[in-house]
């Protein structure tokens, strides 16, 4: 095997060998189906499997084939190899040039107070980057990567580092980390560009600017990383140490974690969430259920799943009534924030909770709906408008605790830094596997002030219909599997039980 950067070549290919690496190098890629496709077939998804490398042959049919595939999957071919009999050879043509930027100056880092295992971290990311060998890094949300980031950086002071996520806001809050210590920090997202910095923090879609091949490429909620477009964006990044961190590894329902195993290598270590509350690294979360009864299910005649999220609950009356008591059981101290799937979601709740403040994508909501809105009665005339800069404006105002009551959409739902949050409401119904871990991990983060002991996250089993209580049902699985306590109603004598004082 040869190997060059991020490319791993296989020479001397022979039926046998090719038909091996054929399977180890195949994955069944689960393609959704919605409304009529999905009626048609009888599913919600279509098998497809999906090769993760390429036959090259010589036309001439002098030299022998190769198979080229990404060189993450080298640990993977190697233990397949030697199960069926084989001997790997691994020979490394890799650009050696610049590596003398990966010898760390530990010193530089005297002052810095490590939390558990952080120090621990970065050490195996430098020796992941001498051996020229990318890693994903399995960690819980508020466990401190962007000051990972930022001690890689100061450990590493030649190196030319890119850092990347899907989030614009999460981007940002990175860059503003950043730049507040490291003295040369560049900025590209949202329209806005600033290059030619030792340290540049690129927006996932704004990718494609990048110049390619820094020395190191971390990439942050990196779960999301796994779609064609964002796969190509990385390609540029031939020879560049990649690091991935998520707290979402191999849970895709798409099964494409195996495309981010050809991407960023094996997962090299991982920070478990209950041990990282024992360090006092993050806060306890707590999961209060609350059921919701109806008579009769108002969605139970859709087939369509849009449909049935309309009526069963984005429109869905009596749920957002019980919505809307859970959000206001808090003092007005309390940061609340109340997660919803849809800006058409939030504004029926904006009509129960008119004391929240809405926070959306800038183009999440047309004038048309705006107005349909503001005529049945859902919103008022002088709602603002959402900007950009109202956008950032909101989260600086969030994370600061000048702002206490919010109502939003996915905008916020990962990476965001909320210290003093102390209430997450879950009125989503999601049934996402990623989902489940990162919204919930908005509370997980230390306080800035005193008196924050754990985060309440408070989700709904919805009793009056068997499709989303079963959604209920596999979010309750997927906490218990978090090992986070949970508290259910009949456990307890009243709703006073529940009310945080």
Not at 261 to 280: C, K, N, S
Not at 299 to 320: F, K, L, M, Q, V
Request: net charge positive; hydrophobic share 40%; proline share 5%.
């Amino acid at each position: 095997m040869r190997r060059d950067g991020m490319l791993l070549v296989v020479e001397t290919l022979n039926p046998e060998l090719r038909s091996l690496l054929a399977r180890e190098l195949t994955y069944v890629k689960h393609t959704f189906l919605r409304g009529w496709a999905a009626k048609a077939a009888g599913r919600k998804f279509m098998p497809v499997p999906t090769a993760c490398f390429s036959i090259k042959t010589d036309p001439h049919g002098v030299l022998p084939s190769v198979l080229m595939t990404a060189a993450g999957y080298l640990s993977r071919i190697s233990a397949a190899l030697r199960e069926a009999g084989w001997t790997p050879l691994l020979k490394d043509v890799s650009p050696t040039r610049r590596d003398f930027v990966f010898q760390p100056r530990w010193a530089r880092l005297d002052d810095v107070d490590f939390r558990w295992q952080q120090r621990e971290l970065l050490e195996l990311m430098v020796q992941y980057a001498q051996r020229n060998r990318p890693a994903r890094i399995d960690c819980p949300p508020g466990y401190g990567k962007s000051f990972i980031i930022k001690c890689l950086a100061r450990l590493l002071p030649k190196a030319r580092i890119d850092v990347t996520t899907h989030s614009l806001d999460v981007i940002r809050q990175i860059f503003n980390d950043l730049r507040g210590d490291l003295p040369s920090v560049g900025f590209v997202g949202g329209g806005k560009r600033r290059y030619d910095e030792r340290v540049m923090c690129y927006s996932g879609k704004s990718l494609h600017h990048a110049a390619g091949d820094a020395d190191i490429l971390l990439v942050d909620e990196g779960h999301e990383f796994a779609t064609p477009d964002y796969l190509a964006r990385l390609a540029r990044y031939t020879h560049s140490r990649r690091f991935m961190f998520s707290a979402s590894q191999d849970v895709r329902a798409d099964n494409a974690d195996f495309e981010l195993l050809g991407a960023f290598g094996p997962i090299a270590m991982t920070i478990p969430y209950a041990e990282a509350v024992a360090h006092q690294c993050i806060v306890p979360i707590e999961v209060w259920w609350e059921d919701v009864y109806m008579d009769c299910s108002p969605c139970d005649s859709y087939d369509d799943p849009t449909a049935r999220n309309r009526w069963g609950i984005w429109r869905n009356e009596t749920r957002n009534e019980v919505i809307a008591a859970a959000a206001r059981r808090f003092p007005e101290d309390d940061q609340v924030l109340v997660t919803v799937a849809t800006v058409e979601h939030a504004a029926f709740l904006k009509q129960k909770l008119p004391e929240f403040t809405l926070c959306y994508g800038e183009n999440g909501l047309t004038e048309a709906d705006r107005e349909r809105y503001v005529r049945w009665g859902l919103l008022t005339r002088d709602e603002p408008r959402m900007t950009l800069s109202r956008r950032e404006q909101l989260k600086d105002a969030f994370s600061a605790g000048e702002l206490k009551k919010v109502i939003a959409t996915g905008v916020w739902n990962r990476g965001v830094d909320f210290r003093d949050l102390a209430v997450l409401v879950r009125a989503d119904a999601q049934d996402s596997a990623v989902a489940d871990t990162q919204i919930p991990g908005r509370v997980s983060r230390l306080g800035q002030a005193a008196g924050k002991e754990c985060g309440i996250v408070i989700d709904f089993r919805d009793q009056f219909d068997a499709y989303f209580k079963r959604k209920a049902g596999n979010r309750e699985r997927r906490y218990e599997k978090q090992k986070w306590l949970q508290r259910f109603p009949e456990y307890n004598a009243s709703l006073e039980r529940f009310t945080r004082r």
